[in-house]
């Protein structure tokens, strides 16, 4: 008789949006956490969703150059419409970029990430950020133009490097929570081919699949930006 681990009938089962939908709002429990990074993008935008089943009010914290930046009007939208959450939006001068110091191991948007994360320590320790469902989930337009393998691994194997590397190194002594690479919803991911995940059409089309009806139109339809883009104007 198996009895470790318990999930493994589950093994090689065809994986349904609601047990992926469970796992997240399991992982939210867990990390008790009512601080979000919020783009207003789809994936943080549905991670809002699923906290605010677990919290009263969620505090959202979004960066962008201007007002009419896209980040600030989505969030915006996607707060307007869940309710219940305290959101800062923090609009970085001219002066405070400035000064933001280069530093030697620095990326693109590395600077973005530090003034974010200098803001959001005045108001909290710990937060929510939503790394890593891209690469599993293949959100990128190069997973939508050449949706195989070969494409799906190599942003995977850049994941630490390009983004978790930089990402603990920027966020200084703010505790950062990543649910989407929790072990429990990655052994999930696993099992769903990319078939799955993308096409020729759509990129991670079971994530649009599991927000619609819960977040706008607008913000699943939304083009994709990076987080290099939050100190610049393009819509």
Request: one cysteine or more.
């Amino acid at each position: 008789m198996i009895v470790y681990p318990e999930y493994w009938r589950d093994i090689g089962r065809p994986v349904k949006l609601k047990k992926i939908e469970d796992i997240i709002i399991q992982i939210i429990q867990e990390m008790d956490c009512d601080c979000l990074a919020l783009s207003g993008g789809l994936d943080s935008s549905l991670i809002l969703y699923f906290m605010l089943k677990k919290h009263q009010q969620v505090k959202a914290f979004t960066i962008g150059f201007l007002e009419d930046h896209p980040d600030v009007k989505y969030s915006k939208l996607v707060v307007n419409n869940l309710g219940r959450t305290k959101h800062r939006i923090y609009i970085p001068t001219q002066k405070e970029i400035d000064e933001e110091e280069n530093q030697s191991k620095d990326l693109e948007g590395d600077k973005a990430t530090r003034l974010f994360y200098k803001f959001i320590s005045k108001y909290t320790d710990k937060i929510i950020s939503c790394d890593g469902i891209d690469e599993f989930m293949c959100g990128y337009y190069s997973h939508q133009e050449n949706p195989n393998e070969e494409t799906y691994y190599k942003y995977i194997r850049q994941l630490r490097e390009k983004h978790l590397k930089p990402l603990n190194r920027n966020s200084s002594q703010v505790k950062v929570y990543l649910p989407y690479l929790d072990s429990k919803l990655l052994c999930l991911l696993s099992q769903i081919p990319i078939t799955e995940k993308v096409t020729f059409e759509q990129r991670k089309t079971l994530i649009v699949a599991m927000a619609e009806g819960k977040i706008p139109d607008e913000i699943i339809n939304r083009r994709k930006y990076g987080f290099c883009d939050a100190l610049r104007i393009r819509d």
